[in-house]
């Protein structure tokens, strides 16, 4: 099928974290709101009304809170965030099987099959919004299009609580009148970079002539570039989108020395990421480190194990050996992280069997799925590796 066949629709949820702490504290509606761990953290999220002072995701906590000091800082539920995206999810998938979810707030649906049952793409959008609305209290935008890039695009721009439908035949003109950082991909580096040969639109993208285009960005981007000038992204929606990595980081109140503390915390890191991975079914073939020192400099080391494994103590073995490979330079650590790649379904592990007819990897992996149940009934707290159970300062798990 044609992209231009296709009726892609991009839901997004408005300020999703945030959206789900106002609900639960009306109170607070119409107020600058940050959701973000206080101290040296960044923000998950913020109301529209601390966007107007210039907070962003992903800025410091610091930097955030100078710029608006007004600003309510509410610690973040990630529970609740959890449930509110299952409901938002479950309704997504009433409306096609044909759904991608791409994160905790935001898929893609192709609904090209969907419309003698339920409509139009427009209508089905205001559908999805007002029953997201309606029994969740919460606001989403919706963008549609040929192709996941123009939906995406259709939705940021109708932000916030918006829709906005670009059709086939408007699609050329819909991309041309976009400024370059637009375009998915296109950070400040790309942006500089072109701009560098005066190509600041998606026009002047069109215009450019590939052998300057090339020589602005590299072949490959430069023709996936030329390629969504005119809307052209054939990708599917894809139900069984595997994630590429799983991870998780923590930046400490303190900065840490090497030593026990830091293990520790590299121990909670790899705990915490290898369970999310077992929850998604998963296994993982690389074990990758981020180390941050006090001077802000970032290091990475990664190792790929023998074969896939989603048991934690070979993570976090792994995990810290590539932390104590970093040369700190003498300096203490400010943020560390682990990240787990290489990602395949467990199911496709093989595993080799031993003479009782039994796996060392099957009876480690029933002890840890037991945990699992355990943590998930009653929290994460409830059961952690021993060596985390003296609550070492300092990071949070």
């Avoid at 408005?14 to 206080?38: H, M, N, T, W």
């Avoid at 965030?81 to 009433?94: D, E, F, G, T």
């Avoid at 989403?140 to 721009?157: E, P, Q």
């Avoid at 290898?274 to 970032?298: D, H, I, P, Y």
Wanted: proline share 6%; aromatic share 4%.
């Amino acid at each position: 099928m044609a992209s231009t066949d296709r009726s892609i629709l991009h839901v997004d949820m408005d300020s999703f974290y945030a959206s789900v702490e106002l609900r639960r504290r009306p109170e607070l509606k119409g107020r600058a709101v940050i959701v973000g761990q206080r101290g040296r953290s960044v923000v998950l999220t913020a109301t529209y009304e601390a966007r107007a002072f210039g907070v962003t995701s992903g800025m410091p906590m610091a930097r955030a809170e100078r710029l608006c000091p007004a600003a309510v800082v509410v610690a973040p539920d990630h529970r609740e965030y959890a449930v509110a995206s299952n409901h938002v999810m479950a309704i997504l998938r009433q409306v096609t099987p044909l759904m991608e979810q791409v994160s905790v707030d935001e898929a893609y649906l192709d609904v090209t099959g969907s419309t003698r049952r339920l409509g139009s793409p427009y209508a089905i959008g205001q559908a999805i919004r007002a029953q997201v609305r309606s029994e969740l209290a919460l606001v989403c935008s919706v963008g549609i299009g040929t192709s996941k890039t123009v939906a995406k695009i259709a939705s940021t721009r109708a932000k916030p609580d918006g829709l906005l439908e670009v059709p086939a035949g408007q699609t050329v003109a819909f991309m041309r009148g976009l400024p370059v950082s637009a375009l998915p991909g296109v950070g400040g580096k790309a942006t500089q970079a072109l701009a560098n040969f005066g190509i600041r639109t998606v026009a002047d993208v069109a215009a450019t002539p590939p052998g300057v285009l090339r020589r602005a960005v590299g072949q490959a981007w430069a023709d996936h570039l030329a390629a969504l000038a005119d809307g052209n992204d054939p990708r599917p929606v894809s139900p069984t989108r595997l994630e590429k990595s799983i991870g998780a980081e923590t930046t400490f109140d303190h900065d840490l020395p090497r030593g026990r503390q830091l293990d520790a915390a590299v121990l909670a890191m790899a705990d915490k990421a290898a369970r999310r991975m077992r929850r998604a079914g998963l296994a993982c073939q690389t074990v990758a480190v981020k180390v941050r020192t006090s001077n802000f400099v970032t290091s990475g080391r990664s190792r790929t194990l023998p074969a896939p494994t989603d048991l934690t103590p070979i993570l976090a073995a792994s995990a810290r050996e590539l932390v104590e490979s970093v040369d700190l330079k003498g300096l203490p650590v400010r943020l560390v992280g682990v990240r787990l790649e290489h990602l395949v379904a467990l199911d496709r592990v093989v595993v080799q069997p031993t003479l009782d007819g039994d796996s060392d990897f099957d009876a480690q992996r029933r002890a840890q799925a037991a945990g699992d149940a355990v943590r998930g009934r009653f929290g994460a707290a409830a059961l952690r590796p021993a060596s985390l159970l003296d609550d070492t300062p300092g990071f949070r798990t």
